[in-house]
Nanobody, 129 residues
Framework: QLQLVESGGGFVQPGGSLRLSCAASGFTLDYYSIGWFRQAPGKERERVLC????????NYADSVKGRFTISRDNAKNTVYLRMNSLKPEDTAVYYC??????????????????????WGQGTQVTVSS
């Protein structure tokens, strides 16, 4: 019953934008860190961005810096990935994953963990003209 479902992927032309959503069911995201990952064909999975339980964010991919933004809305139990100025190199299956729970005053409240136990099924993003 602990599930994450990604949505918002699709086909977009270079320079376009998409907003991906990661919705949780069966549990609340309030105490979890959420990471966005992507995997392109023939390549290993890459960690892109994460948001900690406290709301602090970390970027792990220089290629998306200034273009991708992660945010969370705990009231909606959803984490978002806004992707602007998309490039063909961004084409991949995008996954969200939850790590935790992490609580105030404990480890990984303000920073993102290195392990994520719960994964979504992914949503395809294709950037092409």
């Amino acid at each position: 019953q602990l599930q994450l479902v990604e949505s918002g992927g699709g086909f977009v032309q270079p320079g376009g934008s998409l907003r991906l959503s990661c919705a949780a069911s069966g549990f609340t995201l309030d105490y979890y860190s959420i990471g966005w990952f992507r995997q392109a064909p023939g390549k290993e999975r890459e960690r892109v961005l994460c948001i900690s339980t406290s709301g602090a964010t970390t970027n792990y991919a220089d290629s998306v810096k200034g273009r991708f933004t992660i945010s969370r809305d705990n009231a909606k139990n959803t984490v978002y990935l806004r992707m602007n100025s998309l490039k063909p190199e961004d084409t991949a299956v995008y996954y969200c994953a939850a790590g935790g729970p992490y609580y105030s005053g404990r480890d990984y409240y303000h920073t993102c963990p290195n392990e994520y136990a719960n994964w979504g099924q992914g949503t395809q993003v294709t950037v092409s003209s």
